[in-house]
Nanobody, 124 residues
Framework: QVQLVESGGGSVQTGGSLRLSCAVS????????ITWFRQHPGKEREGVAA????????FYDDSVKGRFTISKDNTQNTLYLQMNLLKPEDTAMYYC?????????????????WGHGTQVTVSS
């Protein structure tokens, strides 16, 4: 079992920044990818950024490349998402998720564990 708890969401204006955190606990060694997803109202969850192992790599959705940075502090077992140059279209509920097997990082159905989410609102 893996537990995930997100924090750091909030409201900012266009061009602002936020840093999301995801505290990871449990059988962390079993995880293959830990990923940030987001969900706009009435839409499917979409992959934003991921850190995967075997081999180690980071992935980003094209819509956030150059603006968002994913990182992981292994000593604190915490995943971060630094979000800069925020746009109104970034407004969504953001979720942290973990999967224990390989596959396309951006496919939500492949994830075994999910946090409860944190809301990000960007006003124009």
């Amino acid at each position: 079992q893996v537990q995930l708890v997100e924090s750091g969401g909030g409201s900012v204006q266009t061009g602002g920044s936020l840093r999301l955190s995801c505290a990871v606990s449990g059988y962390i060694e079993s995880t293959h990818c830990i990923t940030w997803f987001r969900q706009h109202p009435g839409k499917e969850r979409e992959g934003v950024a991921a850190i995967c192992t075997k081999p180690s790599n980071s992935f980003y959705d094209d819509s956030v490349k150059g603006r968002f940075t994913i990182s992981k502090d292994n000593t604190q077992n915490t995943l971060y998402l630094q979000m800069n140059l925020l746009k109104p279209e970034d407004t969504a509920m953001y979720y942290c998720a973990a999967r224990t097997w390989s596959g396309a990082w951006y496919v939500a159905a492949g994830y075994d564990y999910w946090g409860h989410g944190t809301q990000v609102t960007v006003s124009s």
